[in-house]
């Protein structure tokens, strides 16, 4: 069975700080994709980023990097120096290769303080 | 131009009452879903459709009923709406690809608050 873990409910920092939400999946499937999502508080959901199965290559974007791992079936994100803006809910999901659908974590809500 | 649309944003209604929200990308994409947002944030799907044809339904009461006229619109038709329906529902889509097990990414349209009272 499929399922996505983030077992951070929620995580305060204080600004500049570097955070690193974490994100552990189940799959029996070779082929899928990883996600990530943010929600802030107005409610939308925004792509981060994706990740298929055969690319374990980190991923750096400006202050976000994320750190994908097979071998330990963790694809973990960072937000260097972090700002208020990043507060939101981050959702980490997985999808198999067919038909598609998002399996989602619990979510992360990321509270950083000025 | 936004690229995945729902209407309404906010709907207030009544126990026992029916109501429908509509859903419309203009990105082109073959796949369309809808998830569906509990009180606790935990976000779940509920409908795939991929070419106005219904691929995945995930236990789903049959109160719930989705539509889809063609690739750009699915609809999302409630029937004696209930207090545990309310939540915020979420309508996304993608482009399946060509290809075996390719695909692209989901985007998500801003989501329908439904509160039933």
């Known amino acids: 069975a499929q399922k996505v873990t983030q077992a951070q409910t929620e995580i305060s920092v204080v600004e500049k700080e570097d955070v690193t939400l974490d994100c552990v999946y189940e799959t029996r499937d070779t082929t899928y994709y990883l996600f990530w999502y943010k929600q802030p508080p107005s409610g939308e959901l925004v792509f981060l980023i994706r990740?298929?199965?055969?690319?374990?290559q980190n991923e750096i974007s400006g202050r976000y990097s994320w750190n994908f791992q097979k071998s330990t079936s963790s694809f973990n994100f960072t937000i260097t120096a972090s700002q208020v803006v990043d507060s939101a809910v981050y959702f980490c999901?997985?999808?198999?290769?067919?038909?598609?659908?998002?399996?989602f974590g619990q979510g992360t809500e990321l509270s950083v303080k000025p | 131009d936004t690229a995945v649309s729902q209407t309404p944003k906010y709907l207030v209604t009544q126990m026992g009452n029916d109501k429908s929200i509509k859903c419309e990308q203009n990105l082109g994409h073959d796949t369309m879903y809808w998830y569906k947002q509990d009180s606790k944030k935990f976000l779940k799907i509920m409908f795939s459709y991929n070419n106005k044809e219904l691929i995945i339904n995930e236990t789903v009461p049959n109160r719930f009923s989705p539509k889809s006229p063609d690739k750009a619109h699915l609809n999302l038709h409630i029937n004696s709406l209930e207090l545990g329906d309310s939540a915020v529902y979420f309508c996304a889509s993608h482009r399946q690809g060509s290809g075996t097990g390719y695909q692209e990414t989901q985007y998500f349209g801003p989501g329908t608050r439904l509160l039933v009272l």
């Open positions: 990740r298929n199965s055969f690319d374990e």
């Open positions: 999901a997985l999808s198999e290769a067919e038909g598609g659908k998002l399996i």
